[in-house]
């Protein structure tokens, strides 16, 4: 009698064993292993002893598990291994450290890239002035004149995408252009054919950034061979920036309460060496090296900080205007500014065609010309 009572309580114990093993869905499938490995040859009260069920167990479901992993195989997609062995998957790799990018650019000059960097709100398409090509038709002068004004660059960027914001020393990236860019100014009237302006540079630009302190720091430097149409001479020019950048105070938009309108304060150093105009009359020109500072201020409209009348104007919220000093100066003393200011008014909902006024005053930075001009004309941007 007490053998069957103690045959009854084993067989008890298995059965209690086997049944909650069996009903945890997290072991069912290590138990079902467990079996087919050891058929009867082995109790289950056993199966705690076994090395291969007890790591079968730290899998919470590996049935199912191995299904999924079966489907994302043949799906072609990564399934990474459990956190702490529980159901959750850890999260997906991390995107690349560096990344590349190519992309096509077109502008009015250097003067309207900025940074080789498509920024919503800076320099992006809707922000740019972009290429311009105008006529004008003076009838008391009798001059027709008409002008092109574009630069067309292809970019390569390698960009540093996780380098840590702490103040530290940390490399941003690297944008490598070739470019052309055309200068244009024709007059049907001979007598102002001294203003005439047919100029092509072909060249390169490179332009690297660096992480440090409050803010960040950009270096370009671009050569260029330029041909002079109207003097049939072709030269070479080197040209430097330094672009400084800290978040809310220089090159970075920025918003003041109760203005429905957001600017940009963009100051830059600049050193150039090229061959320009020294003498308006007989059209001299001189290789000079000059050096100086550039101040850009950008502004546009924001929508939803508009007025209530005014919110749904369309026009507005396409309007953005662009105000440039530029000051170079000789080491003998000799001076080159311009001013020009322009708006604009995006066509489309992209940018990539505008109306645009400007009035540029002042000596032309890259050919040291004499500029007074009011220009209205359609531009395009890439």
């Excluded at 869905?25 to 009260?45: E, F, H, M, P, Q």
């Excluded at 920025?254 to 308006?280: C, H, Q, T, W, Y």
């Excluded at 059209?283 to 939803?304: E, F």
């Excluded at 309007?319 to 003393?333: F, I, K, P, R, Y």
Aim: hydrophobic share 40%; charged share 20%.
């Amino acid at each position: 009698m007490t053998m069957t009572r103690h045959s009854l309580l084993a067989r008890s114990a298995g059965a209690a064993l086997l049944l909650g093993l069996a009903t945890q869905t997290a072991n069912a499938d290590c138990l079902d292993d467990y079996v087919a490995r050891n058929s009867a040859k082995r109790s289950i009260a056993a199966a705690m002893d076994d090395p291969a069920f007890r790591e079968c167990r730290r899998n919470p479901n590996p049935g199912n598990r191995q299904k999924q992993l079966q489907r994302a195989a043949k799906a072609g997609e990564v399934f990474s291994p459990a956190l702490n062995h529980g159901d959750v998957p850890n999260p997906g790799p991390l995107p690349p450290a560096y990344l590349t990018n190519f992309y096509p650019m077109l502008r009015n000059s250097f003067s309207d890239v900025w940074l080789f960097d498509k920024r919503v709100g800076v320099s992006d398409i809707a922000d740019a002035e972009g290429a311009q090509f105008s006529i004008s038709d003076d009838r008391v002068a009798q001059n027709r004149s008409w002008s092109a004004h574009a630069m067309g660059a292809i970019v390569f960027q390698y960009m540093h995408d996780r380098y840590p914001r702490d103040g530290s020393f940390n490399f941003i990236g690297l944008s490598i252009a070739p470019y052309v860019q055309i200068d244009r100014i024709t007059n049907s009237n001979p007598k102002a054919a001294v203003n005439n302006v047919d100029q092509i540079a072909y060249g390169g630009s490179a332009e690297i950034g660096f992480d440090i302190g409050p803010g960040a720091n950009y270096f370009r430097v671009r050569g260029s061979g330029v041909e002079d149409r109207v003097a049939g001479t072709t030269a070479g020019s080197f040209v430097g920036e330094w672009i400084p950048v800290i978040d809310n105070v220089i090159n970075s938009p920025r918003e003041f309460a109760g203005i429905p309108i957001s600017f940009m304060f963009g100051p830059e150093l600049k050193i150039r060496r090229d061959e320009i105009v020294v003498d308006e009359l007989t059209g001299a020109k001189q290789y000079l090296t000059r050096a100086g500072a550039q101040i850009v201020l950008n502004y546009k409209a924001i929508p939803g900080a508009l007025p209530d009348p005014l919110r749904d104007i369309g026009f507005l919220k396409s309007l953005h205007g662009n105000t440039t000093l530029s000051w170079l100066a000789t080491a003998d003393g000799r001076s080159y500014s311009r001013f020009k200011s322009s708006i604009g008014y995006n066509i489309d909902t992209e940018g990539y065609v505008a109306l645009n006024a400007s009035y540029t005053r002042g000596r032309d930075e890259d050919t040291g010309r004499r500029m007074d001009i009011w220009q209205i004309g359609l531009t395009g941007k890439l």
